[in-house]
């Protein structure tokens, strides 16, 4: 959340921390970074490019063509001719067959990779990777994924992971429709 990462900057650590927010379009999601406001959900993807380009932002294409995960890629492609990188490497995919075709479509465009692990929990974190040569700063990093200083790649999570998250995800759901059921 962008309180999250408001609070993740005010605290001295080692870590280095990009601001950023993953914002869901109409087309599907749009990671930002660079930015610490919000941007609504719900808009057009080319709409939330030019706001986010307003504040400055990194703009990156995740998991474009997974069938499950809201990607842009499937729907509208003038999502990826905006953006400035594409996932290449998402480590929650069973298969990956939605990898390669993002591969092959940021080559084809010329656009940079980076890899990603798809965490909305700590416990995922670090499973894909994006490599950027760069100092270690945020201002120089968002420049070098720009400007495809960058390598991807990972490991693909667990899939006693990627199992037990969904589960849960799926019963929370489940739970969720129930208690609106009963509330009518």
Not at 49 to 76: D, E, F, Q, T
Not at 81 to 97: H, K, L, P, Q, T
């Amino acid at each position: 959340t962008v309180d999250g990462v408001k609070h993740a900057l005010t605290i001295p650590s080692k870590v280095l921390v990009i601001p950023g927010i993953e914002v869901s379009t109409r087309q599907g999601h749009l990671l930002i970074l660079g930015i610490t406001e919000v941007i609504p959900a719900g808009l057009d993807v080319v709409d939330t490019v030019n706001i986010a380009r307003g504040m400055g932002a990194l703009l990156i294409l995740p998991h474009p063509y997974h069938i499950w995960r809201h990607g842009v890629g499937r729907k509208k492609k003038a999502g990826l001719a905006v953006v400035d990188a594409i996932e290449v490497f998402n480590s929650r995919y069973i298969v990956g067959s939605a990898n390669s075709k993002a591969a092959r479509i940021a080559r084809r465009m010329g656009k940079p990779c980076v890899g990603g692990s798809d965490a909305h929990n700590a416990k995922y974190v670090g499973y894909g990777r994006t490599y950027v040569d760069a100092e270690k700063n945020v201002p120089a990093i968002l420049y070098a994924i720009r400007a495809g200083n960058v390598s991807c790649g990972g490991k693909k999570t667990p899939l006693r992971t990627y199992t037990r998250q969904s589960l849960s995800n799926t019963w929370r759901k489940i739970r969720r429709i129930t208690r609106c059921v009963q509330l009518r």
